[in-house]
């Protein structure tokens, strides 16, 4: 098993910032195989992908959430981040973290998610 | 965007059942498409890669196929620990999932 653990604020005002870390508990953040993506579910709904980093910094985003959306990384803590701006109730949901390992059979994109956080629910509510 | 589509939405069956779940994308994405399974409370897990090949550790009573805009997942023989949503995802550009299928015990 791959350890991958979410955290942050379990309650985010509307029109404010969402931030969540992951932490992965190995060096394989750096390693040249994965990508490291995030993945929300709504409450009683199914999943939708928000974006993922590689380890130098390249991400790729959700285009329907791509204004809204900034994915850093930080390797020597071992640490990938996510900001989600301008939330509303909408943006309720569990947010995962999981590995997304690189497809190179075609054209060395992401490809599924193999290894999953827990999942932490964030709720928007004044 | 690429859109895909579930059927059925919930699906009840028995224990030793063979069932299947369909998957439709609303552009060709050649085989990379995935399959996971759901247990509430639960992160997804994934089954099936590239359509058709079998995630180490899952049971080969699971198997997927399918190219292009159609796919299917197939439990041979349902077992009690199935019981769970199941979610296909594309991968051919960016990434989109189903919108799940609950399969649910008669």
């Known amino acids: 098993q791959l350890p991958l653990q979410e955290s942050g604020p379990g309650l985010v005002k509307p029109s404010e910032t969402l931030s969540l870390t992951c932490t992965v508990s190995?060096?394989?953040?750096?390693?040249?195989?994965?990508?490291w993506g995030w993945i929300r579910q709504p409450p009683g709904k199914g999943l939708e992908w928000i974006g993922s980093?590689?380890?130098?910094?390249?991400?790729y985003s959700n285009p329907s959430l791509k204004s809204r959306v900034t994915i850093s990384v930080d390797t020597s803590k071992h640490q990938f981040s996510l900001k989600l701006s301008s939330v509303s109730a909408a943006d309720t949901a569990v947010y995962y973290c999981?590995?997304?390992?690189?497809?190179?059979?075609?054209?060395?994109?992401?490809?599924?998610?193999?290894?999953w956080g827990q999942g932490i629910l964030v709720t928007v509510s004044s | 965007d690429i859109q895909m589509t579930q059927s059925p939405s919930t699906l009840s069956a028995s224990v030793g059942d063979r069932v299947t779940i369909t998957c439709r994308a609303s552009?060709?994405?050649?085989?990379?498409l995935a399959w996971y399974q759901q247990k509430p409370g639960k992160a997804p897990n994934l089954l099936i890669y590239?359509?058709?090949s079998l995630e180490s550790g899952v049971p080969s009573r699971f198997s997927g196929s399918g190219s292009g805009t159609e796919f299917t997942l197939t439990i041979s023989s349902l077992q009690s620990d199935d019981f769970a949503t199941y979610y296909c995802?594309?991968?051919?550009?960016?990434?989109?999932f189903g919108q799940g299928t609950k399969l649910e015990i008669k």
């Open positions: 190995s060096d394989s953040i750096s390693n040249t195989f994965y990508y």
């Open positions: 980093i590689y380890y130098s910094g390249s991400t």
């Open positions: 995802q594309q991968y051919n550009s960016y990434s989109t």
């Open positions: 999981a590995r997304h390992p690189i497809n190179y059979e075609s054209g060395g994109y992401p490809s599924t998610f193999d290894y």
């Open positions: 552009q060709s994405i050649s085989t990379w």
């Open positions: 590239k359509a058709s």
